[in-house]
């Protein structure tokens, strides 16, 4: 059997970077065989102590890499890139979804009027979707880490909201450009959507964020929705007033949220 | 630390998600792995960013270990190319060429010693010029591709061959 072994005097010296090349080579191929001689050599533990704290926490945060390291390049704090990236609408599951649907409700739009009816209904309420379920206790790994997070949750919340809102008006605004017939059916639900999505901000110190979003999903889907029942449609008779209403409510909510943002963030805080 | 685990068990567990047993994995090999690293890159710091990427990379390669064959020389695969990756991202630094050693003489134990071994093999490795040398310690050594060597060592794959080239006849004149 192998009776090569590493010796006091080899460990030291093949450790000190001082034996000859060959022998180093001898050295290395039996350090691969042989686990006494691995154990013999050390160094600082400061030092393997400092390596290990990074590994754990690249092994512990793995999905979120790419898109938390691009917003720190963006010059994004540390804690802020993480809690943006772990907001779960950002995820490929619900990016999944919202272009699934997307395209379903664009092919139903290409064979009859009342898909149309069916893709206007849709696109306004998937950002509240979102809202609601990045926002409510159901879906947010980080709803306890955000709420004891250091800073203004109204900042994180307004944060957050612009990437899930960004996230699921971009791909529905883009979808909108293939939808046949009139143009204006195709970007007359955006002015409803913000004017809802802030709508709920807004609220949120006062009503949870999932039961708004719900809520007014389920207006906007009687608004629009009623033409595919009843063949009668109050957004496409309306769209003059739906649009100053929105306008409206969307220049109300926001004021409402730069007055008081610092009362929503207590509220928010202490409602979590 | 007294785990009785053995490294193959430890990475089937780093497999099924275990980072309890990629930390047993680490603390037992980082040793050797930093001093093995730092005999190829003087800088420090970067040894270390090497030998982070190499567990970052175990805990999500885990599963393709083959099982065959030593767990200690898959960890040395990863952790060299690794070393690679990293010279190709900073050019500055470079794959240490144990020049220092050249004229040293060694000791008669380590005569003996390679003697046993290789023969005059040692001799003859040790009168190759630095150059060729550091090929030779890069494609049979450490088992590198002459593509990998060539970027190791800032060199183009046509270079590394010919070298090898030379290297080879060398030494089998010297050992004839």
């Not at chain 1, 010059?75 to 990236?85: C, E, F, I, K, Q």
């Not at chain 2, 009168?127 to 060199?155: F, I, K, M, N, Y």
């Given at each position: 059997?192998?009776?090569?072994?590493?010796?006091?005097?080899?460990?030291?010296?093949?450790?000190?970077?001082?034996?000859?090349?060959?022998?180093?080579?001898?050295?290395?191929?039996?350090?691969?065989?042989?686990?006494?001689?691995?154990?013999?050599l050390?160094?600082?533990?400061?030092?393997?102590?400092?390596?290990?704290?990074?590994?754990?926490?690249?092994?512990?945060?793995?999905?979120?890499?790419?898109l938390?390291?691009?917003?720190?390049?963006?010059?994004?704090?540390?804690?802020?890139?993480?809690?943006?990236?772990?907001?779960?609408?950002?995820?490929?599951?619900?990016?999944?979804?919202?272009?699934?649907v997307?395209?379903?409700?664009?092919?139903?739009?290409?064979?009859?009027?009342?898909?149309?009816?069916?893709?206007?209904?849709?696109?306004?309420i998937?950002?509240?979707?979102?809202?609601?379920?990045?926002?409510?206790?159901?879906?947010?790994?980080?709803?306890?880490?955000?709420?004891?997070?250091?800073?203004?949750?109204?900042?994180?919340?307004?944060?957050r909201t612009?990437?899930?809102?960004?996230?699921?008006?971009?791909?529905?605004?883009?979808?909108?450009?293939?939808?046949?017939?009139?143009?204006?059916v195709?970007?007359?639900?955006?002015?409803?959507?913000?004017?809802?999505?802030?709508?709920?901000?807004?609220?949120?110190?006062?009503v949870?964020?999932?039961?708004?979003?719900?809520?007014?999903?389920?207006?906007?889907?009687?608004?629009?929705?009623?033409?595919?029942?009843?063949?009668r449609?109050?957004?496409?008779?309306?769209?003059?007033?739906?649009?100053?209403?929105?306008?409206?409510i969307?220049?109300?909510?926001?004021?409402?949220i730069?007055?008081?943002?610092?009362?929503?963030?207590?509220?928010?805080?202490?409602?979590? | 630390?007294?785990d009785e685990?053995?490294?193959?068990?430890?990475?089937?567990?780093?497999?099924?998600?275990?980072?309890?047993?990629l930390?047993?994995?680490?603390?037992?090999?980082?040793?050797?792995?930093?001093?093995?690293?730092?005999?190829?890159?003087?800088?420090?710091?970067?040894?270390?960013?090497?030998?982070?990427?190499?567990?970052?990379a175990?805990?999500?390669?885990?599963?393709?270990?083959?099982?065959?064959?030593?767990?200690?020389?898959?960890?040395?695969g990863i952790?060299?190319?690794?070393?690679?990756?990293?010279?190709?991202?900073?050019?500055?630094?470079?794959?240490?060429?144990?020049?220092?050693?050249?004229?040293?003489?060694?000791?008669?134990?380590?005569?003996?010693?390679?003697?046993?071994?290789?023969?005059?093999?040692?001799?003859?490795?040790?009168?190759?010029?630095?150059?060729?040398?550091?090929?030779?310690?890069?494609?049979?050594?450490?088992?590198?591709?002459?593509?990998?060597?060539a970027?190791l060592?800032?060199?183009?794959?046509?270079?590394?061959?010919?070298?090898?080239?030379?290297?080879?006849?060398?030494?089998?004149?010297?050992?004839?």
């Amino acid at each position: 059997m192998n009776t090569w072994h590493l010796d006091d005097t080899l460990t030291q010296r093949y450790t000190d970077g001082t034996v000859a090349p060959v022998l180093a080579a001898s050295v290395e191929q039996h350090l691969l065989a042989c686990a006494d001689c691995r154990s013999r050599l050390h160094v600082e533990p400061t030092r393997v102590d400092a390596v290990w704290a990074e590994i754990i926490e690249r092994v512990e945060a793995p999905h979120l890499g790419q898109l938390e390291r691009g917003l720190r390049r963006l010059g994004a704090s540390n804690g802020t890139a993480r809690l943006v990236a772990a907001t779960p609408t950002l995820r490929g599951a619900w990016l999944t979804g919202v272009v699934v649907v997307l395209t379903l409700a664009l092919y139903t739009a290409q064979a009859s009027p009342r898909g149309i009816a069916l893709f206007v209904t849709l696109a306004p309420i998937l950002p509240l979707i979102g809202v609601a379920y990045a926002f409510g206790p159901y879906g947010d790994p980080m709803h306890n880490m955000a709420a004891s997070a250091p800073y203004s949750s109204m900042r994180l919340l307004a944060l957050r909201t612009s990437f899930v809102v960004a996230s699921t008006l971009l791909p529905a605004s883009a979808a909108a450009l293939f939808l046949p017939g009139a143009e204006w059916v195709s970007v007359a639900w955006l002015l409803p959507a913000l004017a809802m999505t802030t709508l709920t901000i807004a609220a949120a110190g006062h009503v949870p964020v999932h039961v708004s979003a719900l809520s007014l999903s389920g207006v906007w889907a009687t608004l629009a929705g009623s033409q595919i029942v009843f063949g009668r449609s109050v957004y496409l008779e309306q769209t003059g007033a739906i649009q100053i209403v929105s306008l409206a409510i969307l220049a109300l909510a926001g004021a409402s949220i730069v007055t008081r943002r610092n009362d929503l963030s207590e509220q928010l805080r202490r409602s979590a | 630390m007294s785990d009785e685990r053995t490294d193959r068990e430890l990475v089937a567990l780093v497999a099924d998600g275990s980072s309890v047993a990629l930390e047993t994995l680490y603390r037992r090999h980082a040793g050797w792995l930093t001093i093995r690293l730092g005999r190829r890159c003087a800088d420090r710091s970067l040894v270390d960013e090497v030998l982070q990427d190499t567990f970052v990379a175990v805990w999500k390669g885990a599963g393709r270990f083959s099982g065959k064959g030593e767990p200690a020389a898959w960890l040395w695969g990863i952790a060299i190319r690794r070393l690679i990756d990293a010279f190709r991202r900073r050019p500055a630094a470079t794959y240490l060429i144990e020049e220092r050693d050249l004229d040293r003489v060694e000791s008669a134990e380590d005569r003996v010693l390679l003697g046993v071994e290789h023969g005059d093999l040692a001799g003859a490795l040790d009168r190759l010029s630095p150059e060729l040398r550091a090929v030779v310690q890069a494609t049979v050594l450490d088992g590198l591709t002459t593509r990998e060597a060539a970027h190791l060592l800032g060199l183009r794959p046509g270079t590394v061959k010919t070298r090898m080239m030379r290297a080879r006849q060398t030494l089998r004149k010297e050992l004839a």
